[in-house]
């Protein structure tokens, strides 16, 4: 008996074995029902706008070429306002009312941990899309064998940032730092990740003098940005994302900050915050979120083309994510001819596939069998100008690499 074969037997005997809800409670016609639970109100209404549009390109194209054998796919999307217990809530309708095929979870970090403890109790196969605290995979007492992460991590997004901040230190002898970052729990694990490596990379004389922890859409941001002109870092790294990091670099200007530190932000490089802002610096250094020119293929640039005369904007980070996943997603159900949890999750395992932010062979990304995480995304640093493409002289960081601290980071935890 092969793994394919032990696997969907084991489905047919329920949840106790596989994590899954057994075969005969689902749905073998009509149409295969997502349920997406995001932010689609408030300050940061773009990641659920832009995800959401992502999904709905792939899946109107695959229900127009037939679906899956003639059964379409339909899209629940529904708004959690940015909070946990919301999300939570939204997911158990989904479950329970609903009775979804598939939970495409939408979700920032701080609601996706709500998210992820409903489908593992319910079995619902659940592929989250945009959280990046690196937990949320990387831990096996949180993960679970319906659930993976399409969304990129921030443990991979911290050995490519943090080598590329440690090459710029040396360049320019920056040994003071300080950090601004949203103080929940993607921004907490982010900037430590970054300085736990910063120092690996950099050295003994990088010294950290002070780290400031904004609340999540937090209006005001002259307290923090008062702290880092008084103590004079040669650089601040910020994990502030959307329009959090649109409001703090618009304040920021204000104050002239800019003009004597080093600026290095993971989160910048999107068209929509860079254009969201009143004056966008020239020579901050950003993590590649969405730009058209990286990767630099043609199936990247017809992506954004395409959205923009749907959606009259750009793509974002989110967009690409949720494309990826969806695509994924849409893939498994058609190598396993069902839109069976069990079945589905087998095909997805080990999966790879081209995709227009693969730096694999062939431009491909994989779904990596052993955490179901993915990984062979693009990861690169650059410096922002004031028009397109908005980050130059991007520097992409080695999968290799990132595999190998990665792997030294799980081991020191006791992940693996």
Same mark, same amino acid.
């Given at each position: 008996m092969n793994r394919r074969q032990f696997v969907a037997g084991a489905?047919?005997?329920?949840?106790?074995?596989?994590?899954?809800?057994?075969?005969?409670?689902?749905?073998?016609?009509?149409?295969?029902?997502?349920?997406i639970p995001t932010i689609l109100s408030g300050r940061v209404a773009q990641l659920g706008i832009s995800s959401t549009n992502a999904v709905q390109m792939v899946v109107d194209a695959f229900n127009a070429n037939g679906g899956l054998d003639g059964r379409p796919v339909d899209l629940l999307i529904r708004d959690t306002k940015a909070k946990p217990d919301e999300a939570a809530r939204v997911t158990r309708d989904f479950v329970n009312s609903d009775q979804v095929d598939v939970v495409f979870n939408c979700e920032a970090s701080s609601a996706s941990f709500a998210v992820q403890e409903v489908v593992r109790e319910a079995g619902t196969l659940c592929l989250h899309n945009v959280s990046?605290?690196?937990?949320?995979?990387?831990?096996?007492?949180?993960?679970?064998?319906?659930?993976?992460?399409?969304?990129?991590?921030?443990?991979? !997004? /911290? &050995?490519? @940032? +943090?080598?590329?901040?440690?090459?710029?230190a040396k360049e320019k002898g920056l040994k003071k730092w300080m950090s601004v970052s949203p103080d929940y729990a993607y921004g907490r694990d982010n900037t430590d990740l970054f300085f736990k490596l910063l120092n690996q990379f950099g050295g003994d004389d990088i010294e950290v003098v002070g780290n400031g922890w904004p609340k999540l859409f937090q209006p005001d941001y002259t307290e923090v940005i008062t702290q880092i002109l008084q103590r004079r870092? !040669? /650089? &601040?790294? @910020? +994990?502030?994302?959307?329009?959090?990091?649109?409001?703090?670099?618009?304040?920021?200007?204000?104050?002239?900050?800019?003009?004597?530190?080093?600026?290095?932000?993971?989160?910048?490089?999107?068209?929509?915050?860079?254009?969201?802002l009143r004056d966008l610096?020239?020579?901050?250094?950003?993590?590649?979120?969405?730009?058209?020119?990286?990767?630099?293929?043609?199936?990247?640039?017809?992506?954004?083309?395409?959205?923009?005369?749907?959606?009259?904007?750009?793509?974002?980070n989110w967009s690409w994510e949720c494309k990826v996943?969806?695509?994924?997603?849409?893939?498994?159900?058609?190598?396993?001819?069902?839109?069976?949890?069990?079945?589905?999750?087998?095909?997805?395992?080990?999966?790879t596939r081209p995709s227009i932010i693969g730096v694999g062979p062939d431009n491909s990304v994989t779904m990596r069998g052993d955490d179901q995480t993915l990984i062979n995304y693009a990861v690169g640093w650059g410096t922002t100008v004031a028009e397109e493409p908005f980050v130059t002289n991007i520097q992409a960081a080695d999968?290799?690499?990132?595999?190998?601290?990665?792997?030294?980071?799980?081991?020191?935890?006791?992940?693996?």
């Open positions: 489905a047919a005997v329920g949840t106790a074995i596989t994590g899954f809800p057994a075969i005969a409670n689902a749905q073998a016609s009509g149409p295969i029902k997502l349920g990046e605290t690196s937990s949320l995979s990387a831990d096996p007492a949180i993960r679970s064998p319906n659930s993976f992460r399409f969304a990129r991590q921030g443990i991979h !997004d /911290a &050995v490519g @940032s +943090a080598r590329y901040a440690a090459g710029i870092p !040669d /650089a &601040v790294y @910020s +994990a502030l994302w959307g329009g959090d990091l649109v409001s703090f670099i618009d304040q920021a200007n204000l104050y002239g900050m800019f003009g004597s530190i080093e600026f290095f932000t993971i989160n910048l490089a999107d068209y929509t915050t860079m254009s969201a610096p020239e020579g901050l250094h950003s993590g590649t979120r969405y730009i058209s020119s990286f990767p630099d293929i043609e199936a990247n640039r017809s992506f954004d083309t395409a959205y923009v005369e749907r959606f009259d904007d750009h793509p974002t996943g969806i695509e994924f997603l849409l893939a498994a159900m058609t190598e396993a001819g069902t839109a069976d949890g069990a079945q589905v999750a087998d095909a997805l395992r080990g999966m999968w290799a690499d990132i595999v190998e601290h990665e792997t030294a980071w799980k081991q020191e935890l006791g992940y693996i």
